[in-house]
C-alpha cells in the first residue's frame, strides 16, 4: 500500500508500489500490533495491565495522529522484546512480538535492509509461534505444497486469529524481500492461508483478508495472469463488511484495480469519496487518517499516471 511502506516495492511486477497491504493498508491488525499487549501478553501481567494495555489498544486504533503512533513504537519493541528474552518459548508472545516487529518494520522503516533483518526476525518468531500453537504447524515455509495446502485446508474457525497473523507477517517478509524469486514464490502459499482466513471468517479484522485478497488478484493486468475483476470483488467486500468505513479498502481500490485498468473516473470517484469521508470510526481512525493522506497524493499524481 502506499505511503509510509514506500512505494517501489512490489511482488515481482513492473508498476511501482503495486503489491502494499503490509503496512498502511491494511488492516486493523497491522496498526493495532502496536498494542498487541492488549491479549495474551497483557492477561499474563494480571488484569490491571490487562485493562490498560486493552484501553492503550483502542485509543491508538481511535488515534488521528500517525506521527505520535510512529514515535512510540520503538518503546513497545523493546518492552515486547524484554518480555520474550524472559519467556522464549512462549507462543503468545512469540506471535505478539512478530507481529510488532512486522507492523514497525513496514510501517516505519524506510532502510530496506534494517526492513529485512526486522520481518526476518518476525518471521521466524510467528513460524515459532504456529509451531508451538496449531497441530502439525512446523515447516510450513518446506514443507511440499500439496501437504502444505491439506494443512490449510484442515484448519478450524478457532484457528482465524493465528492463520491471519502468520499469513500478513508471511506477507510482509514477501515484500520486504521482493527481489528474491524464492522468497516471492512462496506468495502462493500466503494467498493459500488468505484464502482460508477468508472462508472461515471474512469479517476478521475488519476484512484484512479480502484485503490481501484484492491486492492479490490486481497484481497484474489480465494479459499477465492478473485476474483484476476478482480483485474488485474482493475490495468490494471489505466496504460490504466495513460499512464503507474502512477508507483504506477505497484507496487500494483505487490504486491496485483502477489504476491497473486505467479507469480515471473509478479512481478519481473512490479517492474523492475517501477524502470527503469522516475519518472517525471504532477501531478504524488511524487506518482512515492515512488513507486520507495517500488519497490526496494519488490524487495528485493521477495526471502523470493515467
Request: charged fraction near 20%.
Amino acid at each position: 500500500m502506499t505511503g509510509t511502506l514506500r512505494a517501489g516495492k512490489s511482488y515481482g511486477s513492473s508498476r511501482e508500489g503495486r503489491l502494499r497491504p503490509h503496512a498502511n493498508g491494511v488492516l486493523k491488525l497491522v496498526l493495532a500490533a502496536f498494542l498487541l499487549l492488549s491479549s495474551g501478553c497483557a492477561s499474563m501481567l494480571g488484569s490491571v495491565t490487562q485493562g490498560f494495555a486493552s484501553n492503550l489498544s483502542d485509543a491508538i486504533l481511535d488515534s488521528d495522529d500517525p506521527a505520535m503512533v510512529r514515535d512510540g513504537a520503538p518503546a513497545y519493541l523493546i518492552l515486547i522484546d524484554s518480555l520474550v528474552s524472559g519467556s522464549p518459548d512462549n507462543a503468545a508472545l512469540l506471535a505478539q512480538s512478530a507481529e510488532l516487529h512486522s507492523a514497525y518494520a513496514g510501517a516505519f522503516v524506510a532502510d530496506a535492509e534494517r526492513a529485512k533483518k526486522l520481518h526476518e526476525k518476525a518471521k521466524a518468531q510467528i513460524f515459532a509461534s504456529t509451531c508451538a500453537s496449531l497441530t502439525n504447524g512446523c515447516d510450513l515455509d518446506t514443507r511440499a505444497f500439496p501437504d502444505f495446502l491439506s494443512w490449510v485446508q484442515s484448519r478450524r474457525a478457532s484457528e482465524v486469529p493465528e492463520l491471519y497473523s502468520l499469513a500478513s507477517i508471511w506477507a510482509g517478509w514477501i515484500q520486504a524481500n521482493s527481489d528474491d524469486f524464492g522468497a516471492v514464490a512462496q506468495l502462493a502459499r500466503v494467498k493459500a492461508l488468505m484464502t482460508q482466513v477468508a472462508e472461515l471468517d471474512g469479517e476478521h479484522a475488519n476484512g484484512g483478508a479480502y484485503l490481501y485478497l484484492g491486492v492479490f488478484e490486481t497484481l497484474l493486468p489480465p494479459a499477465m495472469g492478473g485476474k483484476p475483476e476478482i480483485g474488485k470483488g474482493h475490495f468490494e467486500r471489505v466496504l460490504d463488511i466495513s460499512s464503507g468505513q474502512h477508507l483504506m479498502a477505497k484507496v487500494m481500490y483505487a490504486d491496485q484495480y483502477a489504476r491497473l485498468m486505467f479507469d480515471r473516473a473509478l479512481h478519481d470517484q473512490l479517492l474523492g469519496e475517501v477524502l470527503d469521508a469522516e475519518a472517525q470510526a471504532p477501531g478504524l481512525t488511524l487506518m482512515n487518517t492515512v488513507a486520507k493522506e495517500q488519497a490526496k497524493e494519488l490524487l495528485d499524481s493521477a495526471d502523470d499516471y493515467f
